[in-house]
């Protein structure tokens, strides 16, 4: 007597085609997953163990059919996608990519500047609120947004970063307003929606494609106006591996201001590749001497190592701004 087909659970369905995908993609999905969910499918992997190939082909079917029913038309795949993005980024990181990707339900005229070069957005901005300036700077990639900045009235442009970095969440009627501003060269119809844009990091980028001048002016201005704002775009442009693209010259001088215990400290936390650029400079005594004393302190604290970090770029922002050390950053002025 044929035995009936077997009924396969959702979470057999999917240990079932966990089993047929390679070991390596196997991984990589299950370090995406909670550790109950792991848990669920790694029983559940077991349990199908002596799946037969029919019963293969009608999980395959089946997985196909749900996959054709989920991209038909209706089908909203934000809350997947933002459930996927948040998951891998974290919240803060997902908002900032979604809010550049994220189709709104009609066109909006800010997306429409993209068409506009750096001159004309500046022109259509440059005498309305530092509020409207930095909503539009904002929504704009960081390198034309740091062109656009630095064609405004030099008496604005620290205000205008200074609200980039502050920004948050943009209500539908202030994206209104701003469609309002633009109506007059790129208007549309659309309805509103909500927005979020700017932000510390955004606002770094920005001073980071700028030129060297513009960051010079406008930086020490800022702080005046808000220092912890200022001091948190200062320390969002730099990271610790971004000491990798000084030359070697700087590099060496850093080095040699550097207390040989934060040096240490500092190491621990950076790949083979890394350190070698940093003892690539040293003598090949003070290297050895360095990499010796890394191995005998054995593993150390994150926070040391942060910490540690955090002092060598601040002593490299010192020497760059005494003009000790050349560091990287947008196109200098030539005369």
Known sequence: ME?????????????????????????????????????????????????????????????????????????DPRPRIEGMMTRALGREKAESVLARITPPADACAIDLLDWLDAGEIATLIEKEHPQICAVLIANLESSVGAQVLELLPDAVQPDVLHRIARLG????????????????????????????LGGTREAAKIMQSARKATEARVMPKLAKIDREVARA???????????????DKSLGTLIRNIDGD????????????????????????????????????????????????KAVIQIARTLAKEGTIM??????DYV
């Open 169 to 196: 969440p943009i209500t539908p009627e202030a994206v209104e307003t701003l469609k309002t501003v633009l109506s007059s060269r790129i208007g549309t119809g659309s309805q509103p929606a909500g927005v979020m």
């Open 233 to 247: 775009i200062e320390e969002a442009m730099f990271v610790f591996d971004n000491l990798l693209d000084l030359d």
């Open 3 to 75: 035995q009936p087909p077997r009924t396969y659970t959702g979470v057999e369905r999917a240990a079932v085609l966990m089993m047929l995908v390679g070991d390596d993609e196997a991984a990589a999905i299950l370090q995406r997953l909670e550790p109950e969910e792991v848990r669920q499918l790694g029983k559940a992997m077991f349990a199908v163990a002596d799946v037969s190939e029919p019963e293969v082909e009608t999980v395959l079917d089946d997985f196909v059919d749900k996959a054709r029913d989920r991209t038909a038309i209706g089908f």
């Open 327 to 332: 560091m990287g950053g947008g196109d200098d």
């Open 262 to 309: 934060i040096l240490i400290r500092a190491l621990k936390g950076v790949d083979e590749n890394a350190r070698g650029r940093f003892l690539g400079c040293m003598s090949a005594r003070a290297a050895d001497g360095i990499r010796d004393e890394m191995e005998s302190r054995g593993p150390m604290r994150l926070s040391e190592v942060l910490e540690a970090q």
